[in-house]
């Protein structure tokens, strides 16, 4: 489990392919001798499992579905990924609670200043779309954010300079492709509330009469 606050901007080592998955070696500034083989680091939102630890650098491995679902396929010799290091129960939450199982890819459509921050627009499909709500957090390439508005087939973010600064954003730009997970709680909800799918008495009229809604 992660927040969502980035720790370091490592750097892409190298990139093994194998059959349909592969394995990446990532430089990073976090002190190694901290760092555990088994331990999970999201590697731009995507939670990944340290399987071999040098001087200065990790190497985890991907899956072939994970190369699918999500951007880090498309990672090269060089890259910038953004990175965090999985929560701990004594750690402050300030982002919001983030699995590092990305449930999709957006395009980043738009991308204007406004004031002091930058308005990125991402365009997502309807699968996605549905669990962005107005002021509600999402994930992108690992960073918790907070939608700022939701239109027919896009949501938009804004991104403040210490963002900028200190995550990969400021790389994007029209037509990059960033890996998104919706808020977890969302996505149980929906589960909890799926026609036919009720084994515990939570439902809507149950909601209702509790206060819920």
């Known amino acids: 489990m992660f927040t ?3 720790q370091d901007v490592g750097t892409v080592a190298d990139v ?15 002190p190694i001798e901290e760092l555990e083989l088994g331990e999970s680091i999201a590697v731009n939102g995507v939670c990944l499992t340290v399987v071999e ?3 200065g650098r990790f190497d985890v491995d991907v899956s072939p579905e994970t190369v699918e679902r999500s951007t880090i396929g498309a990672l090269h010799h ?6 965090e290091r999985a929560l701990r129960l004594c750690d402050r939450l300030g982002g ?6 990305i449930d999709g890819t957006g395009q980043v459509s738009d991308r204007r200043s406004d004031g002091n921050a930058e308005r990125f627009t ?3 499909p309807p699968s996605l779309l549905r669990y962005m709500v107005d002021k509600g957090s999402v994930a992108l390439d690992g960073i918790s954010l907070t939608v700022n508005k939701v239109d027919t087939d ?7 300079p210490h963002s900028l600064a200190h995550t990969t954003l400021n790389n994007l730009s029209v037509g990059s492709r960033i890996n998104i997970e919706a808020d977890l ?7 909890l509330l799926k026609p036919g799918d009720q084994t515990d008495g939570v439902d809507l009229e149950m909601l209702a009469k509790h206060g819920f809604l």
């Open 96 to 101: 919001h609670l983030v699995s590092g199982h």
């Open 154 to 160: 896009s949501f938009s973010v804004a991104i403040i």
């Open 78 to 83: 060089g890259d910038r990924v953004n990175l």
């Open 16 to 30: 093994r392919r194998s059959g349909r998955g592969m394995q990446l070696g990532v430089t990073t500034a976090f």
């Open 122 to 124: 991402i365009t997502v």
């Open 53 to 55: 630890l040098g001087q």
């Open 4 to 6: 969502g606050l980035i």
């Open 185 to 191: 709680l969302a996505k149980y909800v929906e589960k």
